[in-house]
């Protein structure tokens, strides 16, 4: 079962959101802001409370967005898995054995059809699309692509968790608070 049935992915900007997690019962955690520094001991403080950590490279203070970098990530920093909007980060990351999650924002029927091309090339282990708020095209492009979704941005309440799961997301990714224990 993906993500072990846990269907909220607790998405943390701060240091102290990340700590507190650290002591809940979300096993999985997408940080999405650091700095190169600090990820070393925020990986270790994760594999110390048994949570599998997923960075989101594009948003990594220090660090490129390209193949050396994500070596790098997956050789020395060795999170659970990569979030990028760019190809070549989530190629260089299925190739080093991560997880790799491809995050694309829709904004209208081009964007559409320009993630579906960068999916062909990428083809990634999960696609987070933004905004999650959409469960028609959450459907849509599960069925195309057959490639699990994360739904993602301005996803607020348990109903909206809701609609993205009925809509065929496998879970959502929330930087809200108060979904981060619900299951």
Not at 21 to 28: D, R
Not at 129 to 137: A, D, K
Request: glycine share 4%; net charge positive; charged share 20%.
């Amino acid at each position: 079962m993906h993500f072990d049935g846990q269907t909220v992915l607790p998405a943390v900007r701060s240091l102290k959101d990340y700590e507190s997690l650290m002591s809940g019962n979300s096993a999985y955690v997408v940080l999405l802001e650091s700095n190169l520094s600090a990820l070393p001991s925020l990986v270790r403080m994760a594999n110390k409370h048994q949570k599998k950590v997923i960075l989101h490279a594009d948003l990594i203070q220090g660090l490129k967005h390209d193949e050396a970098a994500t070596q790098f990530l997956c050789q020395m920093i060795r999170p659970f898995g990569v979030i990028s909007t760019h190809a070549s980060v989530i190629a260089t990351a299925k190739r080093q054995g991560v997880l790799a999650v491809q995050r694309v924002f829709l904004i209208d029927s081009h964007s559409l059809r320009t993630s579906y091309r960068i999916l062909e090339q990428a083809n990634p282990d999960y696609l987070e699309v933004l905004p999650g708020l959409l469960p028609h095209l959450i459907a849509e492009i599960r069925e195309k692509t057959k490639i699990p979704i994360l739904a993602g941005g301005f996803i607020r309440t348990r109903s909206e968790v809701e609609a993205a799961l009925d809509a065929g997301a496998t879970a959502v990714t929330s930087s809200v608070k108060e979904l981060w224990e619900a299951r």
